[in-house]
């Protein structure tokens, strides 16, 4: 009985080993299909604007279910090589201004094709605003509540901030600091051709 026992009991741990294996490589494939579709998804757009009709006199949503989606979507930014779209994307999930969750998004070209939607990291900590690029794409201003001192608390009036473009990627964050930044509000950054940076406060709008 013993001998008998143990070979069935060995033979059921085998189908359940031979069942496991089975059950993972079900898994792994899944996963690869899913990436594939998630890449084919991501690449399946080509040409300028997203392979969106070109703007014409006539305004309509731009890019529906890409840019165009739930939430806020405003600012949208275009790289002066048109490789990259940014835009602010804001959802709101209550009535206080904390309850609104708000980044900035970017979209890439990859080898002609434009890749998925992607949150830019530091836009994901504090509340970041109202991006606006240089014109040569290589600096990105903002509004922000994050404390100039590196402390954690976040500042009760927003002041501008600068990012400089590091290659693929963005580099280290820097307050515009004073005469632009004071302990006011500063809001609604532009740069124009001829390197003015233009901004508001509460009386008026400024230019440096």
Known sequence: MKISFSG???????KLSIMKIFFLIS???????SAANAQQKSTSLTGPYLGQKLPGMTPEIFAPGIVFRDGIQSKLLITPDGSEIIFMNMIVQGSSPSDRKISFVSIKMKNGFWDSLANIPFSMEYINDEPALS???????????????????????????????MDEDWGELHSIGAPVNTDGVEVQPFISADEKLYFGRNDGIYYS
């Open 27 to 33: 898994i792994f494939v899944l996963a690869l299909c």
């Open 8 to 14: 069935h009991y060995s033979n059921k741990h085998e």
């Open 135 to 165: 014109p040569d794409g290589k600096k990105l201003y903002f509004v922000s509540t994050r404390p100039e001192s590196g402390e954690a608390e976040a500042q009760k009036m927003p002041d501008i901030w600068v990012v400089d473009r």
